[in-house]
């Protein structure tokens, strides 16, 4: 009996950057909303204060200090590296039962590395860092459940204390046809991105008969199921 894939946004999948009241794909037509950068306890509202300033462009490799409330009771402060981005090939989930998202898209594995560099617990929130496609769309990393050891993408570790360090990596589901442009830090609509540029690694030689996006094996299908 094959292993089910649990995919899961810890927003909408893809939000075009350029319409972000319409997004693709059938999602909810709510712009990234969850979680703010913080500045007087009201969500939404952006700090100027104490992290990096937002509209940054970094490179991969170079950190920034996120000064982030993921709830209204919780405002923490989130050292985010994007160390690397690495296209994978669709046979990566080969074994594995994905939905028409997963089979028509291009996977990526970004590998990031974090601190919690302020005073609050920061356990088991998801961080607003987004993959923004070469046509413009903002897609949410995909929590992968099970024993899926290539990539175990997920919120952060609970707890994480002040502190606290983790290296994670993430998977990004892009389009068909897209390619990636940059991630993004972006916790609200109208916040000024922070992002990260650099080489995205190619996959390594693909096996005779593993498939390509669009062509899903028969059975492969299975339900994206949303974290509560």
């Known amino acids: 009996m094959r292993r089910s ?32 950068a913080a500045d007087d306890g009201e969500d939404g509202e952006v700090s100027g204060d104490g992290g990096t300033e937002p509209g940054a462009e970094l490179a991969f490799g170079e950190p920034a200090v996120l000064v982030w409330q993921p709830t209204r009771d919780v405002t923490g402060e989130l050292e985010l590296t994007v160390a690397a981005v690495a296209e994978q090939r669709p046979s990566v989930f080969d074994g594995w039962a994905g939905d028409e998202a997963v089979d028509e898209a291009r996977p990526y594995f970004a590998t990031v590395t974090l601190a919690n560099v302020g ?25 992968v459940g099970g024993d899926f050891e290539a990539c175990q993408s997920g919120p952060l570790p609970d707890p994480f204390e002040p502190g606290a360090e983790a290296e994670m990596c993430l998977v990004y589901l892009v389009p068909e046809g897209g390619r990636v442009r940059d991630l993004v830090f972006q916790p609200t609509e109208g916040y000024d991105p922070i992002s990260w540029s650099g080489e995205v690694r190619r996959p390594a030689a693909e096996r005779p008969g593993a498939r390509t996006p669009g062509k899903a094996r028969r059975g492969e299908r299975g339900r994206r199921s949303g974290r509560g």
């Open 5 to 36: 894939l649990l995919l899961a946004t810890a927003l909408a999948l893809t939000v075009p950057a350029c319409s972000p009241a319409e997004p693709r794909g059938g999602e909810d037509p709510s712009p990234p909303t969850k979680g703010a």
């Open 119 to 143: 005073d609050a617990d920061l356990g088991g929130q998801d961080v607003p860092l987004y993959l923004r496609d070469t046509v413009g769309s903002l897609g949410a990393p995909w929590t």
